[in-house]
């Protein structure tokens, strides 16, 4: 079942278009858990493959008040996607310099343990245990 389902995943974005796929995902192994360096535009798509789930990462945006700057507001990094394993779960993750939630179904975790944007690219850490 999970295999249909990751496969209708996988059709369904690839019918978007592979303009949208120019992201840059890699997999840093710690003894805390798997950590993923992904770097992306805005409007882009990036998707973390393992093995057993699929992480489709469909919005980023940063809220934050740039370095140097004085704000009157700030906000947080978001990042919002779908967690795919035995089904399809959204999920919407934020970070202020530590993370603000966590993502917690189907035995795993994960959150955004940094955040950075430079040059019109985010920069996230994302850690799945």
Known sequence: MISFIKAIIFSMFFMISFSAFSYD???IETTEGN???ISMRPGEIAIVNEENFYIVINEV????????MLC??????????VFVYEEIKSFELTYDKEPLNIFN????TASI??????????????KVN
């Open 25 to 27: 995902v890699k997999k």
């Open 35 to 37: 950590v993923y360096r």
């Open 61 to 68: 945006a940063d809220y934050r008040c740039p370095q140097g």
């Open 72 to 81: 009157y507001w700030n906000g947080p990094f978001v990042l919002k996607g």
């Open 105 to 108: 179904e189907f035995g795993y």
């Open 113 to 126: 343990v940094d955040a950075s944007t430079k040059d019109g690219i985010f920069w996230i850490y994302l």
